[in-house]
DNA sequence: CTGGGGATGGGGCCC
DNA sequence: AGGGCCCCATCCCCA
């Protein structure tokens, strides 16, 4: 299961970049001296996209996964982070503001209800408007929980690849994600790209050899300290994964999907 | 076909 | 805020 969920993700992730297509934001890094090198050019903010900066960017155009958005919530079109009471709605817009409340397990009513139980001034006509989607409440709180419950967390920052779909919750996650695309760290030996300096320092051990990571087990020694990590489960009498049918376990979860996948879940 | 090594991608965490 | 590292995931290849 991929950690991210910050980031949806829209194609196969898993096939290498064609760097011939990328941009030349490089820094060439002697794999000798890379005690020492510098850092990677960070990409000029006009490669991000139009949003990128935006202090108020919202789920703004039809991109087709906004249309993915939780419980089929629509995208919305503008927004204020302050709580406020009841102003003109937006002009002349004619966007999708038909926000239902359909979506919500907690309807509007019910909402409006238990808001006019808890607050002594529920009596009052109903003033509190909130701004993303006009509905109204007779008290603050319950103008505040619906915001809180609705609106404000569709309503977060994003910050959107000017490359691809990927959409980010802070500027630093999409920087760090358009370096993917720059591939700025450049083997000085072979020419291979990489989005970030240790990636390019694991492949130049590919050229020189170098296996800092050892088995405590065996005189093996890998490249990666992952790779060490997927060794020492070979010496381990219970492995990792395991069959939720046949109970088999295996070292790596791909040799439990290649198991999955030949059959043994089907036959059971 | 299976198991394992090699290589790489990428988000999160910590400083 | 950004760099470096950690960790997980995955693909390819080979024995």
Redo the contacts with the bound molecule.
């Keep these: 299961?991929?950690?991210?969920?910050?980031?949806k993700k829209h194609f196969?992730?898993?096939?290498?970049?064609n760097y011939s297509e990328l941009d030349t934001h490089t820094v060439i890094i002697s794999p000798y001296l890379y005690e020492s090198y510098s850092?990677?050019v960070?990409p000029q903010p006009e490669i991000l996209s139009s949003g990128a900066y935006s202090p108020i960017t919202v789920w703004t155009t039809a991109a087709p996964f906004h249309a993915q958005l939780p419980n089929g919530l629509s995208p919305l079109s503008g927004y204020s982070s302050s709580l406020g009471r009841v102003s003109p709605p937006p002009p002349s817009d004619t966007s999708s503001k038909d926000h239902s409340g359909s979506e919500s397990p907690i309807s509007d009513e019910e909402e409006r209800l238990q808001s006019k139980l808890s607050d002594p001034h529920a009596i009052e006509a109903e003033k509190f408007q909130c701004n993303l989607c006009n509905k109204t409440y007779s008290t603050f709180s319950g103008l505040a929980k619906h915001k809180q419950l609705h609106c404000d967390a569709q309503s977060r920052k994003s910050f959107s690849c000017k490359y691809c779909d990927?959409e980010y919750v802070?500027?630093?996650?999409l920087?760090?994600?358009i370096r993917?695309h720059t591939?700025p760290c450049v083997c000085k030996i072979c020419g291979?790209a990489?989005?970030?300096?240790?990636?390019l320092?694991?492949?130049i051990?590919?050229h020189t050899g170098e296996?800092p990571f050892s088995c405590p087990h065996c005189n093996?020694a890998?490249?990666?300290?992952?790779?060490l990590?997927?060794?020492l489960?070979?010496h381990s009498d219970v492995?990792k994964y395991q069959c939720k049918n046949c109970s088999?376990t295996?070292?790596?979860?791909?040799?439990l999907?290649?198991?999955e996948e030949?059959g043994c879940c089907v036959a059971h």
């Design positions: 299961m991929p950690r991210s969920f910050l980031v196969n992730a898993s096939k290498k970049p850092m990677p960070i990927k802070s500027l630093g996650a920087k760090m994600h993917t591939l291979k990489f989005s970030r300096p240790w990636l320092q694991g492949h051990r590919t296996k093996r890998f490249a990666d300290r992952s790779n990590r997927a060794h489960q070979t492995k088999k295996f070292s790596r979860m791909s040799l999907h290649k198991h030949s």
